[in-house]
Each structure stands twice: as C-alpha cells, then as structure tokens.
C-alpha cells in the first residue's frame, strides 16, 4: 500500500516539483496551494503524513497545525525558511513532528517522510499486550497514548516516540545521538535543536517538575528520572 502525502505549498513550481519527485519514489500525492484548503483535506483524514509550509497566502501554516492538532495526531513536517529559528520554535511548540528548511532538497523530504512513517510502522506491530507503567506514566503502545495519572498526554507523534525511548531507558542517560536515531530516524546534525524543542515541550506537558523528570546529562544526552 503506498503512502498518502498531503503537500501544502503555494509556490507552484516548487510544490509540483516535490509532488512529482514523491510520486516517483512510490508515494500518493494530494496537494493544496492555501491553508483552508490543506485543512479540508488534511481533516479528511485521506492522507498519512502532511508537508506544509508556514507561509500561506490565506492562513498560516501555523494556524493549520493548530486547527489539525485540536483534533488528530496525524504527522506534520513544516516547510521553513532557512535559518528562521523561531518558526521551528513555534512549529514545534504547536505540535509539529519535523521540519524542512527551504530551499527544499527533495531527497531529503522523502527521506524524513519515510523515518517519521517508518517509526508509526514499528509500533503499530508492537506487541498491543505490551502496556508497561513508570511511576504515574502508562504507556499503551496498541494506542500510540501515553497516559499520566489516568489522562492522556496530547503528544505528537515525535514526542510520543522520544518519551517511549526516554521510558524504555528509565533510570539511565540517552546519548543525544541515539535518541535522535531510534526516536526521529536520522543523525544528530551540529545546530541541530530538533530534540532539544522535542524535550523543552515534553517537560512542559509532563508538569515542568522540579527538578525536570526528563534531566539533562550535559555533554550526553538526556535521561527521565521516575517520580517517586
């Protein structure tokens, strides 16, 4: 069964071109050149993973995330302006998976597009039996939800996959390196702060403890300490 991507770009050259190299590489495409429009068919829930730039000539792409993440999971990787940290920032903060700076590498698109499926993939085959508690966390991998004290965390999907590493290694550090491998699916670039966005939001969700749950081990990587 081949992917469904939604691609929302209104640069028209630029959203054919990635359309054209996606469907090359085995993905179904659906493309929208305005942020209503990618909401309509993104809320259709007729796609796996949405691409969508932040900057739309009706609504933002940030006002897109927010209205997606009111009610679905559905993976989001944004289209960036390079070097425009605070974009990614508030990506992020709203609910973003990924992003991809522009000018866009189109090999590098279908690169991310296939680790973030590619992790859904794994833990839709994870054993659904497998529910495993941590303190007041519960995680229910047939779900994808972890839960805290009874409630649901409104988690993406990337920061669902690093708190179920993070929890998976309780007690102990993971190297920056390999939870950015096993939880995001690529190398840990320099000025890379993808993970660390990831880890500033989970803390914010999880209760901003005191100290942090999820501890920074500097020169290491990160390791998520049990409440007692």
Same mark, same amino acid.
């Not at 009610?71 to 508030?90: K, Q, W």
């Not at 914010?204 to 007692?228: A, C």
């Given at each position: 069964?081949?992917?469904?991507?939604?691609?929302?770009?209104?640069?028209?050259?630029?959203?054919? /071109? /990635?359309?054209?190299?996606?469907?090359?590489?085995?993905?179904?495409?659906?493309?929208?050149?305005?942020?209503?429009?990618?909401?309509?068919?993104?809320?259709?829930?007729?796609?796996?993973?949405?691409? /969508?730039?932040?900057?739309?000539?009706?609504?933002?792409?940030?006002?897109?995330?927010?209205?997606?993440?009111?009610?679905?999971?559905?993976?989001?990787?944004?289209?960036?302006? =390079?070097?425009?940290?605070?974009?990614?920032?508030?990506?992020?903060?709203?609910?973003?998976?990924?992003?991809?700076?522009?000018?866009?590498?189109?090999?590098?698109?279908?690169?991310?597009?296939?680790?973030?499926?590619?992790?859904?993939?794994?833990?839709?085959?994870?054993?659904?039996?497998?529910?495993?508690?941590?303190?007041? /966390?519960?995680?229910?991998?047939?779900?994808?939800?972890?839960?805290?004290?009874?409630?649901?965390?409104?988690?993406?999907?990337?920061?669902?996959?690093?708190?179920?590493?993070?929890?998976?290694?309780?007690?102990?550090?993971?190297?920056?390196?390999?939870?950015?491998?096993?939880?995001?699916?690529?190398?840990?670039?320099?000025?890379?702060?993808?993970?660390?966005?990831?880890?500033?939001?989970?803390?914010?969700?999880?209760?901003?403890?005191?100290?942090?749950?999820?501890?920074?081990?500097?020169?290491?990587?990160?390791?998520? =300490?049990?409440?007692?």
């Amino acid at each position: 069964m081949q992917n469904r991507v939604l691609l929302v770009e209104d640069d028209d050259e630029l959203r054919q /071109l /990635l359309a054209r190299y996606l469907t090359n590489q085995g993905f179904t495409v659906r493309e929208a050149a305005n942020g209503r429009d990618g909401l309509a068919l993104a809320m259709g829930q007729d796609c796996d993973v949405v691409v /969508l730039d932040i900057m739309l000539p009706d609504i933002s792409g940030l006002e897109v995330l927010r209205e997606l993440r009111a009610s679905t999971h559905i993976p989001v990787a944004l289209l960036t302006a =390079r070097g425009d940290e605070t974009d990614r920032i508030v990506g992020f903060e709203v609910g973003a998976d990924d992003y991809i700076p522009k000018p866009c590498n189109p090999r590098e698109l279908v690169a991310r597009l296939q680790a973030l499926l590619r992790r859904i993939a794994w833990d839709q085959k994870a054993d659904v039996s497998a529910t495993r508690e941590y303190g007041d /966390l519960r995680v229910e991998p047939d779900q994808r939800r972890i839960f805290q004290q009874d409630a649901a965390l409104d988690l993406t999907a990337t920061e669902y996959e690093i708190l179920n590493v993070l929890l998976a290694h309780a007690g102990s550090v993971v190297r920056k390196t390999d939870l950015m491998q096993w939880a995001l699916g690529r190398r840990l670039e320099a000025f890379d702060r993808t993970l660390d966005m990831h880890i500033s939001n989970l803390r914010r969700k999880l209760g901003n403890d005191d100290p942090p749950r999820i501890e920074t081990v500097r020169g290491l990587g990160y390791s998520y =300490r049990v409440p007692v």
